[in-house]
Each structure stands twice: as C-alpha cells, then as structure tokens.
C-alpha cells in the first residue's frame, strides 16, 4: 500500500487522539507505540507523524485531514487498509470485545459510504485502544514508581531494582542501552533459550560496537539471557531504539542480531522471522533486511 495513504490514515487517528485537546506523557507514548508498529512507514514517514503528536490538532485541522483521507479512499484496497490498520492498532494488546466489533462493522460502513460518522467511530476504537495500554500499569495494585519501567523496559527496571550503577553518563543514556540489550535478548530467546555463545556474542556486540564498559556488558548480557522475554513490550524497545539512533546504526544493529543468532552453530527459522519483525519496526526495507540475512551463509541459515 502506498505509503502516502498510510501516513494520511496515520494522521487522522493522531488527530483524532488529540480530540479533546490534552493528551497525558503516558497517552503519547501509548499513541506512537501504536502507529510505530504499522507496516509501510519509512523513516521520513515517522518524522512526519511525530510532527502531529508533539502538539494538539485543532478541529479545524481534524476535519481536514479526516476530509482528505476520504477523498483519497477510492479503491477496495485502500478501503480494507483502513478497516485492517484500525483493527491492527485495537488488537495491539488484547482481542476486541463485543463493543468494538460492533464499531468495527460501523466504520466499514462509514469507510464504504464516506459517512460522516468517520471519525467519531474511529474516536471511540481509539481511545479504548490506548486505555488498554495504560491499564497495564494504571490499574495495577500495590503499583510502585517502577511498574511501568517493569512493563515497558524490564531490563531497565532490573539495573533500578538492583540499585547497580552503571558506567552511563545519565539516566538517559541508561534507558537506551537497557532498550538495547532487550532487544538482542529477544533475538537470542526468540526460542525460548538463549545460548552461552548467545550471551557471549552479546556481551561482545555491547562492548566493542556501542562501547560499553565489560562489567556493563557482562550484567545486561546475564539479565536479558536469563529472564522471560515473552510479554517484553518490543513496540516500546524498537521505539526508543529508533528515536536514539541513525540509519546506519540501525543496519549494523541487525547485522549485530544475526550475529548473536548464528553465534550458537546456525541461525534457526524463529530467529529470522524475529530479526525481520525488529527490522520492520525500525523502519528498513525488506532489501536491507535480506542483505543483512545473506551475510549469513546460506548453509547457516538452512537455506532460508
């Protein structure tokens, strides 16, 4: 699908988001958590977004925005974008309950009828959709300062928990290395085993491509090899990882992954879809992924 009609349908939920003129630190987030996760928005693409989330939209601007999507909507693939890109965002986190399915067949109504009611359906499957996401940590019990470090990076939660100090120069700096190392944690556990050469290619990758201090290394190597990855909030980890680093950071970090992968005598079907799943959401192409793979030889990786 063309990535200026995703970008466009991307705007008017934000704009929508921005309904009543207020959205909280943790809403924002849960918003770009949402839309980082679509397919077909590149980099530019991105920055673009985060233009319209820095700053609330005017209704003035909601309506034309709401106004040109549905001038664009022609085809019966652009009309299935729509309704699987809401549905994409509503099913982030938990399955759609009764309500929502209800709206969903609403808005295949509107979207087919360039109705009106556009905007205020898409409203109401938004809002729940963000709300799911705050509901991890804002109707927990016996909530504390750190739970939604522990939801949303665990490795980060650990290092505070643990009171370690680490060689960083801040607590800024902290976030973006503990994001890190979850993200070579999740390639390595993808099979829900990580590896003594796993750990090992980790602990090199920290200290000699982001230049981590041995201990460091060797601490977040143990927390992301050892702990359960299986509801780490990846959306969040590749989010962050996105907004610290350039391009070609990025395609090295990948390079980086399929090293811990094929570190422990081949690289397995699981650790391939899992690298082209984080590489999707960082934003390089299906190309740049596949010359990565290939680095990899075609023994190693079974063939794939």
């Not at 909507?73 to 699987?84: H, L, P, R, V, W």
């Not at 609403?106 to 799911?132: M, N, P, Q, W, Y």
């Not at 350039?246 to 081949?266: H, M, P, Y």
Request: glycine letters at 4%; proline letters at 1%; charged letters at 30%.
């Amino acid at each position: 699908m063309d990535e200026y009609f995703i970008c466009s349908l991307a705007k008017v939920v934000i704009a929508i988001a921005w309904a009543d003129d207020e959205l909280a630190h943790e809403e924002v987030n849960a918003l770009k958590d949402l839309i980082f996760q679509l397919d077909g928005i590149s980099e530019r693409g991105w920055k673009e977004l985060e233009m319209y989330m820095v700053k609330p939209v005017g209704a003035d601007e909601r309506e034309r925005l709401i106004t040109n999507l549905l001038e664009e909507t022609k085809t019966a693939e652009q009309k299935a974008t729509i309704i699987s890109t809401i549905q994409t965002l509503i099913e982030a986190d938990e399955n759609i309950d009764s309500a929502e399915k209800e709206a969903m067949s609403l808005l295949k109504e509107a979207v087919e009828d360039h109705s009106t009611g556009f905007g205020r359906i898409i409203s109401k499957l938004l809002g729940g959709s963000i709300a799911k996401r705050r509901q991890k940590f804002d109707d927990a019990p016996n909530r504390d300062v750190l739970f939604d470090d522990y939801v949303h990076n665990n490795v980060y939660f650990h290092v505070k928990h643990d009171k370690k100090q680490l060689h960083v120069k801040d607590d800024k700096e902290l976030y973006f290395i503990c994001s890190l190392a979850a993200l070579m944690g999740y390639v390595a556990k993808c099979d829900l085993h990580a590896s003594e050469n796993e750990a090992t290619a980790i602990i090199k990758i920290l200290k000699d491509d982001w230049e981590l201090h041995p201990d460091d290394a060797q601490y977040l190597a143990e927390i992301v090899t050892t702990a359960n990855v299986e509801n780490w909030d990846r959306f969040r980890y590749t989010r962050h990882f996105f907004d610290q680093t350039t391009r070609e950071q990025r395609l090295k970090f990948v390079d980086s992954l399929f090293s811990i992968a094929n570190s422990c005598g081949g690289t397995s079907t699981e650790e391939i879809e899992s690298i082209r799943s984080l590489s999707n959401f960082l934003k390089l192409s299906n190309k740049e992924f596949i010359t990565a793979k290939l680095k990899i030889s075609r023994e190693d990786r079974n063939g794939l």
